[in-house]
């Protein structure tokens, strides 16, 4: 069976501070990942996603991360948050056999950027 | 192109009424998916359908069923409400590895 687990439920950062949150998954398979952010009352938009590709994986809005099958993590990093940043972030996880394509969320890290 | 629309985006019920939650996407997507979303609990999978003409429960499929009406359309139905089911509802469809997700519907069950 495949889970997500994220570090920490909310997160506060500075304006301009490092942005670090924190995902690791188990997987018996090789596994795609992905983290989708959330703004409040909105669906969720896809931020990056790992394919089994290039390991460090650049996304939208200035965002990274970085695929270590020997750590299982898939943590989402960016150098410089904005205030535009807060929101909610989740990370998942997919079997790259399983049909259906279906994911499985992390329990979902909220962001706060204080100015 | 609208992407996925969900209707309603909000509904108050009361224990023991019926409704469905409708899920359109404009993208020709095979696959689409249900979920539910609960605070400190990220996202869980209900139902999906994983092409026009099948369906498969997720992780919390009781108390719902749901109908594959074409490839456009897949429908979420509460056949008897109750307080647990009171949750933000998104329909997600599937293009290769991401999903697209709706802007939701938020349920109240009283």
């Known amino acids: 069976a495949q889970s997500v687990t994220q570090l920490g439920s909310h997160v506060s950062v500075s304006e301009g501070a490092l942005v670090l949150l924190r995902c690791n998954y188990s997987?018996?398979?090789?596994?795609?990942l992905f983290w989708y952010v959330q703004y409040p009352n909105q669906g969720l938009q896809l931020l990056l996603k790992?394919?089994?590709?290039?390991?460090l994986v650049k996304g939208i809005n200035g965002f990274e991360a970085e695929f270590k099958k020997s750590e299982t993590s898939f943590h989402l990093t960016k150098p410089s948050a904005h205030m535009s940043d807060a929101a909610e972030y989740f990370c998942?996880?997919?079997?790259?056999?399983?049909?259906?394509?279906?994911?499985?969320f992390g329990q979902g890290t909220e962001l706060s950027v204080k100015p | 192109n609208a992407g996925v629309t969900q209707t309603p985006k909000f509904q108050v019920l009361k224990t023991g009424q019926s409704m469905t939650l409708q899920c359109a996407q404009d993208?020709?997507?095979?696959?689409m998916y249900w979920y539910r979303q609960d605070p400190g609990m990220g996202l869980r999978l209900i139902y999906y359908?994983?092409?026009?003409?099948?369906?498969d429960k997720g992780e919390v499929p009781n108390g719902y069923n749901v109908s594959r009406l074409n490839k456009r359309e897949f429908s979420l139905r509460l056949e008897s409400a109750a307080p647990s089911q009171t949750s933000v509802y998104f329909c997600?469809?599937?293009?290769?590895?991401?999903?697209?997700f709706g802007p939701g519907t938020r349920l109240t069950v009283t």
């Open positions: 997987s018996s398979v090789p596994p795609y």
């Open positions: 790992y394919t089994s590709a290039a390991t």
């Open positions: 993208m020709n997507h095979n696959s």
């Open positions: 997600a469809s599937l293009n290769s590895y991401e999903q697209y």
């Open positions: 998942a996880v997919r079997n790259v056999y399983t049909q259906g394509g279906k994911l499985i």
């Open positions: 359908s994983a092409s026009e003409g099948t369906t």
